[in-house]
């Protein structure tokens, strides 16, 4: 059974240019998180949807946005790209919103 | 809100050898417990979760314990292992309120076993 699938790995963008992530969840699984993670600090909450409503949003700039589709995968959205949003961008699943969440192996994202 | 603490930030142990990560939390009011362990640059793998009721859970060679009066919790492992050498995490979602799926993270301890 596949896990949590994030696309694409790596992408390198300049700053000023828009990006989109890509997060399918564990089959089965209705809440989609995601998280920003830079080196050497612990994963930040960005977002959370469920049953494809937003349930939660972390302390990020408007430039940030995110969707749920109706096969509950996900989207990350990042506008205006600055250098300070290169990190590792992980996606995590779970049955409901506070289920024992899994990840999937993240999107290096660096803007130069 | 939560605020989480991980000690240490980094250990290194030859093979072998019982350790002990510490994880501590300052809201007791919570939900479950999830342990993490993450290779570098790679995704989260999760380890082991408490649920708020439980003391402990175990898997193979890794046991977890949970005291919310203290405000604690603990991965053990057993007869370390080379391949055991990760950056383990521990994380809480909110109890209740707005975002209550959110996970909290510490910063996490960074596990060296040299063989």
């Known amino acids: 059974d596949a896990g949590v699938t994030q696309s694409p790995t790596h992408l390198i963008k300049t700053r000023g240019q828009q990006v989109t992530l890509r997060c399918s969840p564990i089959?089965?699984?209705?809440?989609v998180s995601w998280y920003q993670q830079v080196l050497g600090q612990g994963p930040q909450f960005i977002f959370q949807?469920?049953?494809?409503?937003?349930?939660g949003r972390g302390n990020f700039p408007d430039r940030f946005s995110a969707r749920q589709f109706p096969n509950y995968s996900s989207e990350l959205n990042v506008n205006a790209l600055l250098l300070g949003d290169s990190a590792l961008y992980l996606c995590?699943?779970?049955?409901?919103?506070?289920?024992?969440?899994?990840f999937g192996q993240g999107t290096r994202l660096t803007v130069v | 809100k939560q605020e989480v603490t991980q000690i240490p930030a980094a250990l290194s142990v030859p093979e072998g050898e019982n350790l002990v990560l510490n994880c501590s939390f300052t809201d007791s009011a919570i939900y479950n417990l999830q342990w993490f362990r993450q290779d570098p640059g790679k995704g989260l793998t999760s380890l082991l979760l408490i649920q708020s009721s439980q003391r402990e859970q175990t898997s193979g060679r890794l046991n977890a314990s949970l005291d919310k009066s203290s405000g604690r919790s603990t991965l053990y492992i057993a007869a370390s292992q080379p391949g055991d050498s990760a950056t383990y995490l521990c994380?809480?979602?909110?109890?209740?309120?707005?975002?209550?799926?959110?996970?909290?993270f510490g910063q996490g301890t960074i596990l060296t076993v040299h063989p």
């Open positions: 949807y469920y049953e494809k409503e937003e349930r």
């Open positions: 995590a699943s779970s049955l409901g919103p506070r289920g024992e969440a899994f």
């Open positions: 089959s089965g699984h209705k809440s």
């Open positions: 994380a809480f979602p909110n109890a209740g309120g707005t975002s209550y799926g959110k996970l909290t």
